[in-house]
């Protein structure tokens, strides 16, 4: 079975700074990868996803991703914060083929300083 | 595009009352749809998973007579809290596969379920 760890059960940041939220995954061969917003009460937005192909992942709201197999990660990244994207983020993993059924991380709650 | 919608998005309801939730498919047709609850400040954790016209497979744990799933249509399903208690408070989120295989699951927006 797959599972995803989230170290980071919260992270703080300045606005206009860089971030970077850590994912790792334990699955036995190449997963689907999926990062998520939540917003408070909110349902989930699929922020990027891999499936194959270019191990860096472009995503919305200028967000992207890397795909490191011998790491068994795949961090979400951003090179400058805006207060907006303050919210809830979720890595999830879903066994390659199928439907897609993913596994969530525990989340790790992104703050923005002014 | 596919969208999932899901209603209410919050409901306050006494302590006994039963509460349905329901989960549409907008544009496209899902044979199988997934409930998920969510705890403050938690994860998502896979409930049921539920099947046009035929029973719900429930994950382990969940108990099934608690959390009624119906999947009457190829467009919609529903989850019935019965019977409800302060304890199953929570947040409700439906998924349904994407009608393209390339893409992943589209989810409702949830519900907020409060009992008093």
């Known amino acids: 079975a797959q599972s995803v760890t989230q170290p980071d059960i919260h992270i703080t940041v300045s606005e206009g700074a860089s971030l970077e939220l850590r994912c790792n995954y334990s699955?036995?061969?190449?997963?689907?990868l999926f990062w998520y917003v939540q917003s408070p009460g909110q349902g989930l937005q699929l922020l990027l996803k891999?499936?194959?192909?270019?191990?860096l992942v472009q995503g919305i709201k200028g967000f992207e991703a890397e795909f490191k197999r011998s790491q068994s990660s795949f961090n979400l990244r951003k090179p400058s914060v805006h207060w907006s994207d303050a919210a809830e983020y979720f890595c999830?993993?879903?066994?390659?083929?199928?439907?897609?059924?993913?596994?969530f991380g525990r989340g790790t709650s992104l703050i923005v300083h002014p | 595009g596919a969208v999932v919608s899901q209603h209410p998005s919050w409901v306050i309801c006494k302590s006994g009352t039963s509460v349905k939730i329901e989960c549409r498919s907008l544009?496209?047709?899902?044979?199988?749809m997934f409930w998920y609850r969510q705890f403050p400040k938690q994860s998502l954790m896979l409930m049921a998973t539920?099947?046009?016209?035929?029973?719900?497979?429930?994950e382990q744990g969940v108990e099934k007579d608690k959390f009624l799933i119906n999947h009457a249509s190829l467009t919609l399903s529903t989850l019935t809290v019965t019977s409800a208690h302060p304890e199953d408070s929570s947040f409700y989120i439906c998924?349904?596969?994407?009608?393209?295989?390339?893409?992943?699951?589209?989810f409702g927006d949830g519900t907020r379920l409060s009992i008093l």
């Open positions: 998924s349904a596969p994407a009608p393209d295989s390339n893409q992943p699951q589209h």
């Open positions: 699955y036995g061969a190449t997963p689907y």
């Open positions: 891999y499936f194959s192909g270019d191990t």
């Open positions: 999830a993993v879903a066994p390659s083929g199928g439907s897609y059924i993913p596994t």
């Open positions: 544009d496209f047709q899902a044979t199988t």
């Open positions: 539920s099947n046009e016209g035929s029973k719900a497979t429930y």
